[in-house]
């Protein structure tokens, strides 16, 4: 597709379940990054991916959260045990690649809004 | 500590007239700098990158980059009901273990009233 897709677009899950979110990046972009974003607050980063390799994990806010690339392409977003505080619209982002601050922009996928009820 | 800090607003301006939405940024190492639009229950989308000093200019948009005083500004001429969002300020400092991560502010919601 032209652009980042995700999936489901929408997940209500009960506490304690286990949820897993699709991200599928723009076709040739190499970096993807997680990023969640609660009502009415800012975007805060999770972590990002360059190529299968996640260099910076600090974002993820606990041991629950995990995520995984592989080929280089989709990744997916595991939240284990889910809480009512991570409730929020999950969203990816792709970019062109690392090499440069040129290729830095970041282009989005319509999120996951994830509800634990 | 990676700050960008904006006003929250709301910032209300009359249709036609011009919209200035200021952005500042803590870390001196930053490179590359970006405004993403956000309209109520969609996701960010990218609408000008700025990476040197200076203005950069696209139709109605103007970002304006002054890396001494730490600041990145977005100026809309002849706003438009339709440019009502949010707008986001997002910074890159591009180096280290913070290569690929890019800094939001918490964004300033724009009205352009009739």
């Known amino acids: 597709g032209a652009g980042v897709s995700q999936s489901p677009s929408n997940k209500v899950t009960e506490k304690g379940k286990d949820v897993e979110l699709r991200c599928d990046p723009i076709?040739?972009?190499?970096?993807l990054y997680w990023y969640r974003q609660s009502l009415g607050q800012g975007l805060e980063f999770l972590i990002y991916f360059q190529g299968n390799s996640a260099p910076d994990k600090s974002g993820l806010p606990s041991d629950r959260f995990s995520a995984e690339r592989t080929g280089g392409s989709v990744s997916t977003l595991t939240i284990q045990r889910t809480q009512q505080e991570d409730s929020a619209v999950y969203l990816c982002?792709?970019?062109?690649?690392?090499?440069?601050?040129?290729?830095?922009?970041?282009?989005f996928g319509n999120g996951t809004r994830l509800t634990v009820t | 500590q990676k700050e960008v800090e904006q006003n929250s607003g709301p910032l209300s301006v009359p249709e036609g007239a011009i919209a200035s939405l200021n952005c500042t940024y803590s870390?001196?190492?930053?490179?590359?700098f970006f405004w993403y639009r956000q309209y109520s229950g969609k996701s960010p989308e990218l609408i000008m990158s700025?990476?040197?000093?200076g203005d950069k200019e696209d139709g109605r948009f103007t970002a304006q980059l002054n890396k001494a005083s730490q600041y990145v500004s977005l100026l809309i001429r002849d706003s438009q009901p339709s440019d009502s969002a949010t707008y986001l300020c997002?910074?890159?400092?591009?180096?280290?273990?913070?290569?690929?991560?890019?800094?939001f502010g918490r964004g300033t919601q724009l009205t352009v009233w009739p």
């Open positions: 700025i990476y040197s000093n």
């Open positions: 997002a910074v890159n400092l591009y180096s280290g273990s913070t290569l690929g991560r890019l800094y």
């Open positions: 076709s040739g972009h190499t970096a």
């Open positions: 870390d001196r190492g930053s490179q590359s």
């Open positions: 982002a792709s970019s062109l690649a690392l090499d440069s601050v040129y290729n830095s922009p970041l282009h």
